[in-house]
């Protein structure tokens, strides 16, 4: 369930912080956010899925070390990444 190529492309375009970041903590969160809500649609219909379940955890764990250390290194660019993805409150 990994995300299409050309979702990937947009995602990247927007959240890079220049012309060729591709691979920067802002990036990687809006990735793993991405994969979290497609993988929380699909166990909610698939409530027995232990795998995948184990694997958002793993996911959501990944994002909140990204988010700390977004969060250590610029409060502003920290606030504004959350409000662009709509998460935590």
Request: aromatic share 4%.
């Amino acid at each position: 369930m990994a995300l299409k190529q050309q979702r990937k492309q947009e995602i990247i375009s927007e959240y890079q912080t220049h012309e060729t970041d591709t691979g920067s903590a802002d990036v990687q969160v809006a990735m793993l956010t991405e994969r979290i809500n497609q993988l929380s649609t699909h166990l909610k219909s698939n409530k027995q899925d232990y795998s995948s379940q184990r694997g958002l955890l793993k996911m959501i764990g990944r994002r909140k070390r990204l988010l700390a250390y977004i969060q250590r290194q610029s409060q502003e660019r920290y606030k504004t990444l959350i409000h662009r993805l709509g998460i935590r409150g």
